[in-house]
């Protein structure tokens, strides 16, 4: 258990709670017994001179989740503020309600309860940037990527400069949502235009970026402050073949809507024929890369940066 008192968290804020909070940090958890006090900790170390909340939804857990987030919850109970579901919300659809409907932030970040912040001036940073440029809505950093089967970082930071509409489209999001920072404002607009709940997607931060890099600036902020645990199971990774085709189609209709919502169905083309022919790449199959390589995005990659693009086919 973290040595903190609530005290000491709160030192700066200029207040003895968060109900008058400047930031809500968001987590969603279930069964992560394992991991949920790293990431509870992870935010409790936020050093800031302005009041957070911390919104913790336990979606009814089967394993010791909420166990240990009561525990914190009743050292910190000026700053967490948790949710337990009796019943699991995630299979209806409707995990986000409670929690969305109990944000009081002007800023919104997020950390699942498998990953965790490592800069204890995350918070403070983005937002101080972020009340000084109004017309940014969002901003992120890098994040470095723990592989937990293996028990090691890969080599490479998680995230990439500098993200657009097109990037993502074409190349793949590469804004680490548990980097994030989000105007509440604008992350209800996107909840009340865009619903992403109702339309089934298999994941919410591929098109949460789409739609904010067309309505809004997303800002990076060359800073390291997250670590993204891959397990060997999970939303986003899994060792089934059919789990993964799904995934991969999800990622696909997303791309679909956005490209006839906003009239850029030459960046779906350009998105095939990149996955393509990094799959061809990797099986070998090079009737597949013959056959997608005229339309690969070239136009985006300048002459230095077409041979570290190949070599990056191979990892």
């Given at each position: 258990?973290?040595?903190?008192?609530?005290?000491?968290?709160?030192?700066?804020?200029?207040?003895?709670?968060?109900d008058?909070?400047?930031?809500?940090?968001?987590?969603?958890?279930?069964?992560?017994?394992?991991?949920?006090a790293q990431?509870?900790e992870?935010?409790?170390?936020?050093?800031?001179?302005?009041?957070?909340?911390f919104?913790?939804?336990?979606?009814?857990?089967?394993?010791?989740?909420?166990?240990?987030?009561?525990?914190y919850?009743?050292?910190?109970?000026k700053?967490?503020?948790?949710?337990?579901?009796?019943?699991?919300?995630?299979?209806?659809?409707?995990h986000?309600?409670k929690?969305?409907?109990?944000?009081?932030?002007?800023y919104?970040?997020l950390?699942e309860?498998?990953?965790y912040?490592?800069?204890?001036?995350?918070?403070?940073?983005?937002?101080s940037?972020?009340?000084?440029?109004?017309?940014?809505?969002?901003?992120?950093?890098f994040?470095k990527?723990?592989?937990q089967?293996?028990g090691?970082?890969e080599?490479?930071?998680?995230?990439?400069?500098?993200?657009?509409?097109?990037?993502?489209?074409i190349?793949?999001n590469?804004?680490p949502?548990?980097?994030?920072?989000i105007?509440v404002d604008?992350?209800?607009k996107?909840?009340?235009?865009?619903a992403?709940?109702?339309?089934?997607?298999?994941?919410?931060?591929?098109?949460?970026?789409?739609?904010?890099?067309?309505?809004?600036?997303?800002?990076?902020?060359?800073?390291v402050?997250?670590v993204?645990?891959?397990?060997?199971?999970?939303?986003?990774h899994?060792q089934?073949?059919?789990?993964?085709?799904?995934?991969?189609?999800?990622?696909?209709?997303i791309?679909?809507y956005f490209?006839?919502?906003?009239?850029?169905?030459?960046?779906?083309?350009?998105?095939?024929?990149?996955?393509d022919?990094?799959?061809?790449?990797?099986k070998?199959?090079?009737n597949?890369?013959?056959?997608?390589?005229?339309?690969?995005?070239?136009e985006?990659?300048?002459?230095?940066?077409?041979?570290?693009?190949?070599?990056?086919?191979?990892?």
């Amino acid at each position: 258990m973290l040595n903190l008192t609530e005290e000491e968290i709160m030192k700066n804020w200029g207040v003895d709670n968060s109900d008058n909070p400047l930031v809500t940090v968001k987590t969603m958890t279930y069964n992560q017994e394992d991991f949920i006090a790293q990431t509870i900790e992870g935010v409790l170390k936020q050093k800031t001179t302005f009041p957070f909340e911390f919104l913790i939804h336990d979606d009814a857990s089967t394993d010791n989740t909420a166990s240990v987030v009561r525990q914190y919850a009743e050292k910190y109970p000026k700053i967490i503020k948790p949710i337990y579901e009796e019943e699991n919300q995630y299979k209806k659809g409707t995990h986000h309600v409670k929690i969305d409907a109990a944000i009081k932030g002007k800023y919104l970040t997020l950390c699942e309860g498998d990953d965790y912040w490592i800069d204890d001036s995350k918070l403070q940073c983005q937002v101080s940037y972020m009340e000084k440029h109004p017309d940014c809505g969002a901003t992120y950093t890098f994040a470095k990527a723990y592989i937990q089967q293996k028990g090691e970082y890969e080599k490479h930071l998680f995230g990439k400069k500098n993200q657009t509409f097109r990037k993502i489209m074409i190349f793949g999001n590469s804004v680490p949502n548990l980097t994030s920072c989000i105007r509440v404002d604008i992350y209800k607009k996107l909840e009340k235009e865009l619903a992403p709940v109702s339309k089934n997607w298999l994941m919410g931060d591929l098109p949460k970026w789409l739609w904010i890099t067309t309505n809004s600036k997303l800002v990076f902020i060359p800073r390291v402050t997250s670590v993204y645990r891959i397990l060997k199971e999970s939303a986003a990774h899994s060792q089934n073949p059919d789990k993964v085709k799904a995934f991969e189609q999800s990622a696909y209709d997303i791309r679909e809507y956005f490209a006839k919502l906003n009239h850029k169905e030459e960046y779906l083309k350009k998105y095939q024929a990149h996955f393509d022919f990094i799959e061809g790449w990797q099986k070998r199959d090079f009737n597949m890369m013959k056959k997608s390589f005229k339309n690969l995005p070239w136009e985006d990659l300048n002459l230095k940066n077409c041979a570290k693009f190949l070599i990056s086919c191979l990892k």
